[in-house]
């Protein structure tokens, strides 16, 4: 079944258009990488499922109905769960704090301050600092943990690895097989593509504001990716 | 004894400014609006007790909790109607808003109800006091204002600090955006501080005007400026800098007087003029906050 579902989604800020006719279909319980170089459109998107943005043009489906309309307050109450770029923290909540505000879409779910510090106890170690004063990495985790809260049925992770070392991007990602253990449909923007294979069931190939090349991670090769991540003309194989 | 005496009856003074201010620190912190109205909103409490009291006959008590619903209710409506809109518009709409705000309602008092005050007297209560010592008395109303603001005070904080809405009200503080993405409309909790906020005030203007034994439109050019150097003397976004700051500045006021009977205000102004240089971000401001 779909959960998620955009047809030809024109969206941006203001004059600037930054996708254009974007078609996008995510599975229940799929995992979906969008690939793509900076400023291709990948955020963009993200912002216009979780309704931060919303679109010129085109139709958000989300769970079997329409949400175009629908503003951002409202998706979230529907189990759609944005990390958004730059994590947004808190910053004068405690770690504690911030997760309980989480919980405010008030959705019912596997996830709750004992679920999420099991599953992060780095998270758990730091539950009574300020967010403010928390490391890059302990912030990531962090703003994931805060929308896992939510208990959403849609998480989007915007560049979760983003000015973190590698060793902390591991942590972060070795949680995802929890994260996806009861069901949950993720659609992640990583920049690295050895990762985004290892994670992926599905790829997206976002180049210039369009989606170019969509595939099962099993039979896409790198190559294609590569040359749909620059824009080259054809495949190399 | 009489400058002991200047001393505590500053105290006690002060219970009232930070009542007052608590709902200016409030709506600062949570949406950035400097509510220039706010004075005014205090002297509109004041008078809706004292109409209360004086045109419809309601017990002196109850005058009060009719005043901080009545305000609170009209908190909801300016929130909605006014300042969310001019919220959107640009970020010194809100400004412009609440200036006007501050010019309308003493002017339709003024209409309403002339310039002479309108009494709300408080009975044998406003003269009754505690002897401490020769010289020094602690009149009953004043301490009763004092613990109602420690009581607001107290309250606000454990709101804010204890509970989930609390929490919640913290974050959109810090991110108005981002609080959206977790199913929080950030225009109801906007809702919710302006009625705390207008709440709060029109208690304290309710006490004040108990205190002064009555009520005039223009008094809250006066008292605009209690709340605001209130804020400043205790430190922005800090709550018991509010209860410090209005005790600072009530002390200042009172033993002003004991010096001459025409320094109060500016003893007042100096005091806060001495902490914006010496110590900007307030008696228990946190330095500059994000």
Redesign the interface.
Known sequence: MNLLHLDSVDAGYGDFQALFGVGLTVAEGELLALVGANGAGKTTLLRTI?G?LSPFRGSVCFAGGDVTAL???RR??LGI??V?EGR?L????TVE??L????????SGPWNLATIYDLMPLVADRRDRKA?HLSGGEQQAVAIA??L??NPRLLLLDEVSLGLAPVVVDRLYASLPDIRANGMTVVLVEQDLTRTFEVADRIACVLEGRIVLTGAAGELTRDQVTAAYFGTSEVVS | MNWVNALVQGILLGGIFAMAASGLSLMFGVMRIANLAHGDLMILGGYVAAACATYFGVPVWLTAVVSTVALGALGFAVQRLLLDRAMRVGEFTPLMVTFGLSVIIPNALTQMFSNDAVPLGIGALGTASIDLAPGLAIGWFPLLTLVASVFVLTGLHLFLYRTQYGRITRATSDDSRTVRLIGVDNRRVYALTTVIALGTVALAGTLYTMRQGGVTPFEGQLTVLFAFETVIIGGLGSLWGTLAGGVALGIAQSVGAQLSPDLPLLAGHVVFLLVLVFRPQGLFGKGVTA
Request: hydrophobic share 40%.
């Open positions: 979780a931060e503003p951002d307050v979230a109450r769960g944005l958004p947004r808190f910053g004068s909540l704090e911030n309980q505000v989480g919980a405010a879409t008030g959705r403010a805060r929308a809260m939510g």
